[in-house]
């Protein structure tokens, strides 16, 4: 029997990284989840399915600014504080984490002759210009904003991770995320779904920013990492980016009103100021990811937000 191959998780404990490990771990992979816990939580690799596979799993709690060993066969890189609360508290270390981490890691690939794959973000496209943002488009980002440690983390990690596969031969993917909910995103995250939900199942008003018709495009986290080994395990790719994400669009105020009835909540809708720019439309164009690899999201809004609901009843939020 072939030995099962190595995948390194740098950022494993967080949302989508503990998502992402437990496909790893079905997929019949050893996983090396590295995590600072800044932002990440112990608790979500204590699910049935890291019990199940706990010979093919290992957690470090390290954080990817230092000197990291790992022989690995494939390198995700979703280390970054990724909520506006999150990354404006520890803006400094955001700005750190995708730029001297991302190096770290592109140079362990490098070494070991991994495939890397880069976790980039929607935000990359800043308050778009274009609709729906194509990978081609070069985006609308503030640089000084209070949202550009994050922007700019991001959008430096894509350029280090295209020199690393132009000059040094690291086989580099790209994947560009856009807005993801479901179970295990921190109720405090700061973003639309966990916040609406929050508020809905503990009674509060639901704080709607601006006049609330600023869009979102939502994808469920299961099509999500779906698309992701799609782009890391199909093979002549390196050097390409793919947008991820759901192209059904909703306003935040659909997106609360739809809350407040599934959860069968009472609460009052209330409006507060539009935060610095925050992004007035976002929608993503998946034609390539579509045409290149046959992905595309299954689990509708409605559907998703049921599962999340169910599940932030069960473990985080009671009503």
């Not at 199940?52 to 990291?68: G, Q, V, Y």
């Not at 070494?111 to 976790?119: K, T």
């Not at 109720?187 to 199942?201: C, E, F, H, K």
């Not at 390196?238 to 947008?243: D, H, M, Q, S, V």
Request: with cysteine; charged share 30%.
């Amino acid at each position: 029997m072939p030995e099962a191959k190595v995948s390194l998780v740098a950022g494993g404990a967080g949302f989508i990284g503990s998502h992402l490990c437990e496909e790893l771990l079905r997929r019949g992979h050893r996983v090396v989840a590295v995590d600072s816990l800044i932002s990440g939580r112990r608790s979500n690799l204590e699910g049935s399915t890291f019990r199940r596979h706990r010979n093919r799993f290992t957690f470090l709690e390290r954080d990817i600014l230092k000197p990291l060993r790992v022989d690995a066969d494939f390198v995700f890189n979703f280390a970054s504080p990724a909520s506006p609360p999150h990354y404006q508290r520890h803006s400094i270390y955001t700005l750190r984490t995708g730029s001297e981490g991302t190096l770290r890691l592109l140079s362990l690939a490098r070494d070991r002759g991994a495939r890397f794959l880069q976790a980039s973000t929607s935000e990359v496209y800043g308050d778009p210009a274009v609709h729906p943002q194509p990978e081609s488009y070069w985006g609308n980002v503030n640089p000084a904003g209070l949202r550009s440690c994050y922007d700019e983390a991001k959008r430096y990690g894509e350029a280090l991770c295209m020199e690393f596969w132009r000059k040094e031969g690291v086989d580099v993917r790209v994947v560009r995320i856009f807005n993801t909910y479901g179970p295990r995103l921190d109720p405090d995250d700061g973003r639309v779904v966990s916040n609406y939900i929050r508020q809905a199942l503990r009674g509060e008003p639901l704080t709607v920013y601006g006049d609330g018709r600023q869009t979102r495009s939502f994808q469920y986290v299961s099509d999500l990492v779906a698309g992701v080994c799609a782009v890391m395990f199909a093979p002549d790719l390196a050097g390409e980016i793919f947008n991820v994400g759901n192209p059904g669009e909703f306003t935040v105020l659909r997106a609360a009103r739809l809350i407040r009835r599934l959860t069968g909540s009472r609460s009052p809708v209330v409006f507060r100021p539009l935060p610095s720019d925050d992004p007035s439309r976002r929608r993503p164009d998946i034609s390539k990811i579509r045409r290149r690899l046959g992905w595309a999201p299954k689990v509708p809004f409605e559907e998703g937000l049921r599962r999340t609901i169910d599940w932030y009843r069960r473990h985080e939020v009671r009503d």
